[in-house]
C-alpha cells in the first residue's frame, strides 16, 4: 500500500537562512540509512517537506527502522499518494485507505486538508468536511472529534494527493555534520558509547579513540570496542577509531605514583593523548561518558583534575543520568548487550581498592611530577602506535 | 559484516612470528591428509548416503570404511558406532537419552564434580525432569574415590558418568574399576564414560572396561571440528533425542556429515600408528616442562604431575599473576594457552574442577593449562619456559591491589 514516507524534522524548520544546509545534510543522512535496506529510493526536497519515495519493492518495516536511526528525523509519516481523478475518487481512496489502515472503526477522528495546490476546485474547509462525510457515510460507528482525535487524517493536495494519519516517531536531534566534529573517549563499557549516541544526536560527527593495554587487555576487548564503534555509527554516521597502546604509559605510572591516584593520573594522560588525535583531526572538543559521582573518577573533585589537562571543551552528555537511564539509553540503541561482554578494559586492571574520590589537584600536579623523565618520550611513542580503523555500520 | 571481518585481519596483519600453539585440549590442528580426504569428498564424492544411486552409495562408502576404523580400534561392533555431532552431543545422547530410556527402573543418576560443562549442564537439566544426581568429589589430584562410588549407588541407579580425563588438570579416572564396581552392584546401571580428552591418549576398550557407552570428539585428534561418535553397547537402551528422516536406525536422524565422519576416522587411523612412542613423547614433553617450570618461583602445578595424568596437560597456578594478563603476555610472545579450560573460559567464572581438588583462592585465578600434541617439539617447550621466566617476575611488579 505504501510507497513513499513523508519525513518530518523540527528545530531545522527555524534556522532562518542556513535552513536549506540542514536539510540538505538531513536528506544526506537518510540516504546513507536507506543504503542499509532492501530495495531503490529516491530522496526529495520539495516546499519544505523531505519525502522518501521507494523505486523498486522494499521492506517496510526494515525501511523505518532505518529511517529511526536518522537524527533531525522527528516523524516518520508512511504516506499513500493517489492521482487526482476528481473528489469522487479521492473519497473512495480515503475510505479504503481507513479500512486498510484501521480495522477496528470504534474510534474518533479529524480530517485535516491543507491545499498547496491553490487551483484545486474544494478549499481546505470544504475538503474536511467532505471527506468527514464520506468517512461517516462508509462506517457507521466511526465518529467526529475535532478536540482529540484518535486519529488525525490528513490529506495533502500537491501535484498528487498524499493520504496519511500514522507518525511513526524519529530520534530528533539535528542531521550529522551541521555541528563539526567531536573525539569521543570510548572504553568497552556502558557509558561512553552512548555518550556518543547523545553527542552526535546533536549533528555533531564523531572519531573516537580507544586505549589498549596488552597484554592486560585482549584482542577481544579490542574487538568489542570496534563492534561497538560499528553500533554507534549506525546512528552517528562513519566514525574513525584511533587505537593507542598504552601499557607503557599505565606501567610506568604504576611505578612512580601513589597508588591510590593511578586512575585519575592515567585518565590525564587519556585526556592529553585525546586531545592531541583530536587536534590532529580537526574535532572541536572531547566526548566522554563521565556521570557525576558514579565512580572514584567521577566526583567532582576527580573531574577536575582530569579536566585539568584539557584545553579543548569536554562535553560529558551523561554528567546528569543516573546509571539506569544511560542503561536505558544502551538498550535502546543495542549498545548494551555488547557493553556487558566481561572483558577487561585498561581503566580496571590497575585500579586500587581504595582510589581517592577527593584529589586534591594541587597534589596530583606534585606527584606527576615523578613522571618527569620519561613521560613525553612515553607519550610521543603512545601516540606513534596510533591505529585508525574505519567503521562504517552497513 | 566483512567490513569488519576484514578489519580483524587487518589487525593481525604483520605478526609474523613463530606460534607456539600449547592449546591441544581446547583443539588441535587438523592432519593435512585427513583435509585432503575431506576435500574430495565435499567436492567430489559428495553423495548423500541415503540416495539410492551411485554417487549415494559412493556417500556411504567413506560412512562404513569410518565405521570400520572406529569399531576395529576399540574392538567393538561397527553397529555400536554412532555418528554425532562432537562431543556436546554425545553426551547430551548418553546421559538424556540413557536416562529417559531407563527412567522406569529408576531416576538416580552418579557422576562428578569435575566433569565438563556437556555433562554437568545435561544433568541440571535432568534434575528439573525429576531425575536426582549424585555428584562425587575428587580428591587433591582430582581422581574419585571407589569409596564414594559404592556408597553412591542404589537399587534405583540407572545410569554412572565418569569422565575417562579431565580437561583442566589431566587427572585420570580409574575407569576399570569403576566399570566392575558398577556391573557388580547392579548390571543393569549404564556406565557412560566421557572419553573426549583421553580416547587417542590411552588405549580404550570398552567391553573389557564395562562401559556401556563413550563419547569422543574428532577434534581433539587432530580432526575436524564439528564431528565425533558415541559408543553404545547394542544391549544398552538409549532413547533418540533427535527426530527427523531416520538415519542412523533412527537413532540420530540428519543427514550424515560424510567428509566430517571420514576425516575423524582417517585421524583415528593416524592415532594409532606408532601409539606407544607418540605417548611416551608426550609424557617426555610434559616431564620436560613441569621440570622447567618447577625452577620458577612461586609455581604450583595442580593435578597429578607425573605418569599418573594424561601425557598431554598440565595445570599450572602461576603465583600474584592473573591468568588472564599471563595468557596475553604469552600470547605476545606467540605462545598460545588457555586459562583453566577453554570451554569455560570464555565467561571469567572460577573453575569448578580447580576449586573441587582444593586449589587455593589466590591460585583459582591465576591458573594456567598447557596442553601438548605430537607436533609440539622439546625446542618450543624449552622457548616456552624461557619466556614464563622472564615475564613472570616482570608482570609480578604490576599487580592489581
Known amino acids: ?367 606527576e611530577r615523578n613522571l618527569d623523565e620519561k613521560i613525553d618520550e612515553l607519550v610521543k611513542t603512545a601516540l606513534e602506535t596510533d591505529e585508525v580503523i574505519e567503521i562504517k555500520y552497513q | 559484516m566483512l567490513a569488519v571481518l576484514i578489519v580483524k585481519l587487518n589487525t593481525f596483519e604483520g605478526v609474523n612470528m613463530t606460534e607456539v600453539y600449547l592449546d591441544n585440549s581446547a583443539t588441535t590442528k587438523c592432519l593435512p591428509e585427513v583435509a585432503a580426504l575431506m576435500t574430495h569428498i565435499l567436492c567430489e564424492d559428495y553423495g548423500n548416503p541415503s540416495s539410492m544411486h551411485r554417487k549415494g552409495v559412493e556417500g556411504e562408502k567413506y560412512v562404513r570404511y569410518a565405521r570400520e576404523v572406529i569399531a576395529k580400534c576399540m574392538k567393538v561392533q561397527e553397529k555400536e558406532i554412532l555418528f554425532t555431532s562432537g562431543g556436546t552431543e554425545s553426551d547430551n545422547i548418553a546421559l538424556i537419552g540413557g536416562a529417559f530410556a531407563n527412567s522406569r527402573a529408576g531416576r538416580h543418576i552418579i557422576t562428578t564434580k569435575i566433569e565438563h560443562p556437556a555433562i554437568l549442564q545435561t544433568c541440571a537439566y535432568l534434575e528439573e525432569q525429576g531425575f536426582e544426581v549424585t555428584y562425587l568429589p575428587v580428591d587433591s589430584t582430582g581422581v574419585i574415590r571407589l569409596k564414594d562410588l559404592e556408597r553412591a549407588m542404589t537399587p534405583h541407579t540407572i545410569l554412572v558418568s565418569i569422565m575417562h580425563t579431565n580437561n583442566e588438570i589431566g587427572a585420570v579416572q580409574p575407569i576399570e574399576q569403576a566399570g566392575e564396581l558398577i556391573k557388580r552392584m547392579n548390571p543393569r546401571t549404564l556406565f557412560h564414560v566421557d572419553a573426549v580428552q583421553g580416547f587417542g591418549k590411552f588405549r580404550i576398550y570398552p567391553k573389557r572396561m564395562n562401559i556401556d557407552l563413550m563419547s569422543v570428539s574428532a577434534h581433539k585428534i587432530h580432526g575436524p571440528k564439528g564431528v565425533g561418535f558415541l559408543y553404545i553397547n547394542e544391549k544398552a537402551k538409549v532413547r533418540p533425542i533427535m527426530f527427523g528422516g531416520g538415519q542412523q536406525k533412527g537413532m540420530r536422524s540428519g543427514t550424515e556429515n560424510v567428509p566430517g565422519i571420514a576425516g575423524m576416522a582417517k585421524a583415528i587411523e593416524e592415532l594409532f600408528v606408532d601409539f606407544e612412542p607418540k605417548i611416551n613423547y608426550l609424557y617426555g614433553l610434559k616431564e620436560r616442562f613441569v621440570k622447567g617450570v618447577s625452577s620458577i618461583e612461586g609455581i604450583q602445578i595442580n593435578g597429578p604431575a607425573r605418569r599418573d595424568g594424561a601425557p598431554h596437560v598440565v595445570s599450572v597456578s602461576i603465583e600474584g599473576i592473573r591468568s588472564e594478563v599471563m595468557l596475553h603476555a604469552l600470547e605476545d610472545k606467540g605462545i598460545y594457552v588457555s586459562a583453566g579450560s577453554a570451554c569455560a573460559s570464555n565467561k571469567p567464572a572460577i573453575s569448578a574442577t580447580l576449586k573441587a581438588i582444593g586449589v587455593e583462592k589466590q591460585y583459582l585465578d591465576s591458573t594456567l593449562r598447557f596442553s601438548f600434541s605430537v607436533f609440539t617439539t622439546e625446542e618450543e617447550i624449552d622457548f616456552t619456559v624461557k619466556c614464563m621466566s622472564e615475564l613472570i617476575p616482570m608482570l609480578r611488579r604490576y599487580t592489581r591491589h
Open chain 1, 1 to 367: 500500500m505504501y510507497k513513499s514516507f513523508l519525513i518530518k524534522y523540527a528545530e531545522i524548520g527555524v534556522k532562518g537562512k542556513n535552513r536549506y544546509l540542514f536539510e540538505d545534510r538531513l536528506c544526506e543522512q537518510i540516504r546513507y540509512a536507506l543504503t542499509r535496506c532492501e530495495g531503490e529510493f529516491e530522496v526529495t526536497k520539495s516546499q519544505g517537506r523531505i519525502y522518501v519515495n521507494a523505486l523498486s519493492a522494499f521492506d517496510f518495516d526494515e525501511t523505518v527502522e532505518n529511517l529511526k536511526t536518522v537524527f533531525g528525523v522527528t516523524g516518520i509519516c508512511p504516506v499513500v499518494s493517489v492521482e487526482d481523478e476528481g473528489f469522487e475518487k479521492l473519497c473512495q481512496d480515503v475510505v479504503a485507505y481507513m479500512d486498510q489502515v484501521y480495522p477496528d472503526k470504534n474510534i474518533t477522528f479529524k480530517v485535516e486538508a491543507r491545499r498547496a495546490r491553490k487551483n484545486y476546485p474544494k478549499n481546505s474547509m470544504e475538503i474536511n468536511c467532505d471527506i468527514g462525510e464520506a468517512l461517516l457515510n462508509a462506517f457507521p460507528e466511526i465518529r467526529v472529534d475535532v478536540h482529540k482525535p484518535d486519529v488525525l487524517l490528513r490529506i495533502e493536495i500537491r501535484e498528487k494527493i498524499n493520504i496519511y494519519s500514522v507518525v511513526i516517531p524519529g530520534p530528533g536531534g539535528l542531521p550529522i555534520g551541521t555541528n563539526g566534529k567531536g573525539m569521543l573517549l570510548l572504553s568497552g563499557g556502558i557509558d561512553s558509547p552512548v555518550a556518543g549516541y547523545m553527542i552526535s544526536k546533536r549533528g555533531v560527527k564523531i572519531d573516537a579513540v580507544y586505549f589498549n593495554a596488552p597484554p592486560y587487555t585482549s584482542d577481544r576487548a579490542k574487538q568489542k570496542v570496534i563492534d561497538l564503534a560499528r553500533i554507534v555509527s549506525k546512528y552517528s554516521g562513519p566514525i574513525n577509531l584511533h587505537i593507542i597502546n598504552f601499557t607503557d604509559i599505565q606501567l610506568y605510572i604504576y611505578d612512580k605514583c601513589p597508588h591510590d591516584e593511578l586512575t585519575i593520573i592515567m585518565r590525564r594522560y587519556m585526556m592529553r593523548i585525546a586531545e592531541e588525535i583530536a587536534k590532529e583531526n580537526g574535532c572541536l572538543g572531547l566526548i566522554t561518558g563521565e556521570s557525576i559521582g558514579q565512580v572514584a573518577s567521577q566526583t567532582m573533585q576527580s573531574l577536575m583534575a582530569t579536566n585539568d589537562v584539557c584545553t579543548m571543551p569536554v562535553y560529558r552528555p551523561l554528567i546528569g543520568f543516573d546509571k539506569q537511564e544511560i542503561v536505558e539509553v544502551s538498550e535502546k540503541i543495542d549498545t548494551y548487550e555488547t557493553s556487558i561482554l566481561p572483558y577487561e578494559d585498561c581503566c580496571t586492571i590497575f585500579v586500587a581498592k581504595h582510589p581517592v574520590t577527593k584529589p586534591n589537584l594541587n597534589v596530583i600536579r606534585i606527584h
